[in-house]
């Protein structure tokens, strides 16, 4: 085996370790026996029953095999010693065994549960140990594997995305329609909405037909909004260009009023309104 650990896998060896109480706060300690007695000859697995806490034991090292387990992995991986990496190789193979692919199979609660009978700190699925011994909680669990190395990984639920509303995708087709509306009549503002250069036009989602789609009632209203708001600018406009016609047509009055006034005075002098 290599050995390189997959950032994965080394999550779920400090994790074990940690739920041994094996833990060094930087790395597991594989030098320690049950009841924290150190092991001085790391050659091979001590073998030696420890009592600690009202419980005697034989288990060694940082995932605390014991004897039996240890001779059984050492043989099928070809382990000569109890050194660091022989732990690490032997550790994940008892997980592979227990269907847990330590490369790629987070931590959850279930997969911790698929390990509870090798290691008895590991919960159940009923929160509790498979031998009567004291347990982590998968909470403590999780919240440690998360420190080891990102919530993903370490089995906690990403939060989704926020779903987004009806009423936000029908604003945003609104909006990209109004632009279009506003592009069409080719002027550079539409009253009440400013000046066509404040109304950016954002993506448009591709939205599938059922109950996440747009109701045909919503775009009904798009619709007659739209409407609405051409009829008003072509009424505007209408009004604009009246009036700006009867503005001309009575300034050319007043000044025909004034002409004909001035050729009166003129006449009256018997002069010519060329001549002047």
Partial sequence: MSDVVSPNARRWLDTISF??????????????????????????????????????????????????????????????????????????????????????????????????????????LRGESAYGQPVKTFEALRQFAEKRGGSAASGATPKAPAQQTTVDKTSGLGQILLNKFIDMLGVSGVRGLGPRSSLPTPALPDYSEGEEGLASSELDIIASALKSRQEDEVER????????????????????????????????????????
């Fill in 19 to 124: 739920a041994e109480g094996t833990w060094g706060g930087t790395a597991p300690r594989y030098d320690i026996t049950f009841g924290y007695k150190p092991i001085k000859d790391l050659s091979r697995h001590p073998n030696q029953v420890v009592q600690g806490g009202g419980y005697s034991s034989a288990a060694a090292g940082a995932y605390q095999f014991m004897p039996g387990t240890w001779a059984d992995i050492a043989k099928q991986q070809g382990l000569k010693d109890f050194g660091p990496r022989s732990q690490d190789v032997a550790a994940l193979a008892l997980l592979r065994q227990k269907g847990i692919d330590p490369d790629r199979d987070p931590i959850t609660r279930e997969n911790i549960a698929k390990v509870a009978g090798t290691w008895a700190s590991l919960p159940t």
């Fill in 237 to 276: 406009q209408m009004t604009e260009e009246l009036a700006s016609k009867s503005l001309m047509s009575n300034v050319q009055a007043a000044e025909a009023a004034k002409a004909q006034l001035l050729a009166q005075a003129l006449g009256a002098f018997g002069t010519s309104s060329s001549a002047i």
